[in-house]
């Protein structure tokens, strides 16, 4: 059973005898301050207790289910309700973590009443024309205006950033212009442009850039024969292509079957992926790839413990198994994942680190469903974890938080979605307004609504922008980027 932190806060808000208007508006000022600092000092108090014993909070399997962690304390909502911190309303950014143990608020600094954030204090970043993010390896673009990309990071060739191999602030890519998508492996980069033409430059040793060489590549180059592109995605070594016609085409390295086309060796031009009609999204990301189809089931092919209730690898396309309704997808390391209809995320592959989200860190061999995370409306898996978008503009995360990937103030990998917490001078606690995320080996991204850009996690070669590199275990904001 979970325990309550049980927290009696007491608001000095009114009284029945005032003096004059000044008098009277001076000592409310005081008197509100006051209980808010104590409100947030007991509410420190209350985490802290969490802390040092949070097993005495439940088992892990019922602090997951109740979206309990050390970075998040909570207290009965009739408890912050009766002490006006938060009002009794359908306000998102208050979300009821779960009915059955009590209706739980999570605590935060408040967006209103008595307790409000200062305005002056709420992050004033300057706004940027960013329309998109794409992360890979230890790599993060941007593209920006939907024509140019700024990019950070590090790629071993030196990067598209000609002449640097680290770049710890936002970049525009020389040579790089009218860019509807990008897509970024470990070593390559490739563009999808508004003719519906792709081009790509980085690494090329497997032939990941598709131009019919192995020939390294600093500026931009055509991928031949490919036309009518509609996305594009890359893995480890290996780009794909969805084509308008609902057609796929990889090429690159084909070791593990990552190019659907059968026990062959890799291409260095596009090759068709056999057997699949009516894609609609595909997905890439290590040495597998997966395709969304019209009928809302997925099909995956690559390295092993593809969703088919084995652990066996593929070469050629094979169903999910026990999946339909699928609506989104997104493809990790050795995991991937989908939302359902209903906005729910089922996850399967590998499950070390808990980059599944199911409470367990065992490997799943079909979907299985994501505990406690609901309303999702897109995902991004990197090397070992994963992250949803809400609808309410929430992130939540789940895996490998060696690195701060997470982004919830700490480096403790968990098997069960936590929030993200806020970047600095951020208006709640924990990061909203986010429009899209996307993710990396070790880090991760959040583009807002405001159009600027927040990375966290490893920043070891400047992956998060910031002009460090130093690992972020919060949201910090992306500079440069104009």
């Not at 009965?76 to 009794?88: E, G």
């Not at 260095?268 to 395709?291: D, E, F, H, M, N």
């Not at 001078?425 to 924990?430: A, Y």
Request: hydrophobic residues 35%; negative net charge; contains cysteine.
């Amino acid at each position: 059973m979970i325990r309550r932190i049980a927290i009696v806060v007491t608001l000095a808000i009114g009284a029945a005898s005032l003096p004059p208007n000044m008098a009277r508006t001076a000592s409310a000022s005081a008197s509100t301050s006051a209980s808010c600092n104590k409100a947030r000092a007991q509410l420190a108090a209350a985490e802290a207790e969490y802390y040092e014993n949070p097993s005495e909070y439940g088992t892990a399997s019922e602090r997951a289910a109740a979206k309990i962690g050390p970075r998040h304390a909570y207290a009965s909502l009739q408890t912050l309700i009766d002490a006006k911190l938060v009002p009794l309303s359908t306000n998102q950014m208050y979300q009821v973590i779960l009915a059955k143990y009590g209706l739980r608020y999570k605590l935060a600094p408040w967006s209103n009443g008595p307790c409000a954030t200062p305005a002056s204090s709420k992050r004033t970043a300057p706004k940027t024309g960013v329309t998109g993010l794409a992360l890979g390896g230890d790599y993060s673009c941007a593209v920006t205006d939907g024509t140019a990309a700024q990019c950070w990071g590090y790629t071993t060739l030196g990067g598209p950033h000609i002449g640097s191999q680290e770049q710890h602030v936002a970049a525009r890519l020389a040579g790089v212009t009218n860019v509807a998508q990008l897509a970024i492996g470990d070593t390559h980069v490739c563009a999808l442009l508004p003719n519906k033409s792709v081009d790509c430059w980085g690494g090329n040793d497997l032939g990941q850039l598709g131009d019919g060489t192995a020939t390294n590549r600093l500026t931009a180059a055509p991928v031949p024969g490919l036309s009518n592109v509609a996305q594009i995605s890359a893995g480890q070594d290996h780009t794909c292509a969805l084509l308008s016609d609902s057609t796929v085409h990889c090429w690159g390295d084909n070791r593990q079957g990552q190019l659907g086309t059968g026990p062959v060796p890799g291409s260095q031009v596009p090759q068709l992926v056999s057997g699949l009609s009516g894609v609609k999204a595909i997905a890439a990301g290590g040495q597998r790839s997966c395709a969304l189809l019209d009928a809302g089931s997925v099909e995956c092919w690559g390295s092993d413990e593809l969703g088919d209730g084995t652990t066996d690898g593929h070469a050629t396309p094979v169903e999910v198994s026990d999946l339909s309704g699928a609506t989104a997808i997104t493809v990790g390391r050795q995991h991937a994942c989908a939302i359902l209809t209903d906005k729910s995320v089922v996850c399967w592959g590998h499950g070390s680190n808990g980059a599944l989200g199911t409470a367990s860190l065992q490997d799943a061999l079909v979907p299985t469903k994501v505990v406690g995370v609901s309303n999702a409306t897109a995902l991004a898996a990197g090397g070992g974890h994963t992250c949803a978008l809400l609808s309410d503009g929430v992130v939540e995360c789940w895996g490998d938080n060696s690195a701060g990937q997470l982004g919830d103030g700490t480096n403790e990998s968990r098997p069960h979605a936590d929030t993200v917490d806020a970047s600095p001078g951020g208006k709640e606690s924990f990061l909203t307004e986010v429009t899209a995320i996307a993710a990396g080996n070790l880090h991760t991204c959040a583009l807002l609504e405001d159009k600027t850009v927040v990375c966290w996690g490893d920043n070891n070669v400047g992956q998060l922008g910031d002009n460090t590199t130093t690992q972020r275990t919060d949201p910090v904001p992306v500079r440069g980027l104009s």
